[in-house]
């Protein structure tokens, strides 16, 4: 995969294109990247994705701070990567380009610069100043500038559309089940480990402590759950704490996002490590003593190993 920050030397042979934020890279995007790789290898193009840095809210609507994406640049590079596309524009969003019309931006850039010869949108795609970029508007463009348009129509799961909002809801309220069938993979957080408190030492459950590489990435609600901690190549279970930690912890207003990695004991301060969600085991609460808490986390460590010792299938490889 090629990836183009500009469109100064882009060149794709009839290039099958498709536009989004893609945020997730859920299984609806995945079928439209399906669809774009099969158009492309039946006419002899190359697929290419087209997607934004930063994302296009951050630029339109800067004082709103609930933007909270699925996936960071990085994430959705990767993603794209392993989906098997030939080319991704990442294009900067700017105010400027932000007031181009659509059809400007057909026009100027999907014909213009990058010669697109097969468009494919998803069934809700709405793009461009005041979204004016829909599937009938974009189907005269193609007529009008000779280039083919194809729209994929909604995917259904479970009787339920696809889609990020969705997702955001099931990682906000823990189900991770729905999130992770939804998204085709397992929703994961990264970032770098910090020092704390190290109380957990005192207590026989030593934590990491996780600093996230993005400020917009969403993180789960407070609460302790099931997870795999990969680390320099290798994979280890877990449990993870998101919250306050009213047992140990007089600033009820600092979220901590610490994890106690199971048969582990190295020096991994600063190091850069990948946190995989897989089930939500309770709440955070409060606990009389630390002795109570101990005796819990002994009890969450318990489910934390059936649980995947019972669903092997899921895990990541």
């Not at 794709?12 to 498709?18: D, E, G, I, Q, S």
């Not at 280890?236 to 007089?250: A, D, K």
């Amino acid at each position: 995969m090629k990836i183009h920050r500009d469109l100064t030397n882009f060149h794709a042979h009839n290039p099958v294109l498709t536009i989004g934020t893609f945020d997730g890279v859920h299984l609806g995007h995945q079928k439209i990247i399906a669809r774009l790789n099969e158009l492309a290898a039946q006419t002899n193009g190359e697929s290419v994705i087209f997607t934004f840095d930063p994302h296009p809210r951050k630029v339109i609507a800067p004082e709103e701070t609930s933007l909270r994406v699925l996936t960071t640049l990085d994430e959705k590079i990767e993603l794209f990567e392993q989906s098997g596309i030939d080319h991704l524009i990442i294009y900067p969003f700017t105010p400027e380009f932000a007031q181009l019309s659509y059809g400007e931006f057909v026009e100027q850039i999907l014909v213009g610069q990058i010669h697109t010869h097969y468009l494919v949108l998803g069934y809700d795609h709405k793009f461009g100043k005041n979204r004016q970029g829909g599937f009938e508007f974009l189907k005269n463009c193609a007529d009008r500038l000779g280039f083919h348009i194809e729209k994929i129509d909604v995917l259904l799961m479970n009787e339920a559309n696809v889609s990020s909002t969705k997702i955001r809801e099931a990682i906000q309220n823990g189900d991770f089940k729905t999130a992770n069938s939804f998204l085709g993979h397992p929703f994961t957080l990264h970032g770098t480990v910090v020092e704390g408190q190290k109380l957990g030492r005192k207590i026989e459950f030593p934590t990491a402590n996780l600093e996230t590489s993005d400020a917009d990435k969403i993180v789960p609600g407070y609460g302790v759950y099931a997870v795999q901690v990969k680390i320099q190549e290798k994979t280890y279970e877990g449990m993870l704490n998101i919250g306050s930690r009213p047992t140990v912890n007089h600033n009820a207003d600092h979220r901590s996002i610490e994890v106690n990695i199971f048969e582990f004991d190295e020096d991994i301060y600063g190091q850069f490590i990948e946190v995989v969600f897989y089930q939500k085991l309770r709440e955070e609460q409060k606990f009389p003593s630390l002795d109570a808490l101990k005796e819990q986390l002994f009890r969450d460590k318990t489910e934390t190993k059936e649980f995947f010792r019972e669903n092997q299938e899921l895990l990541s490889k």
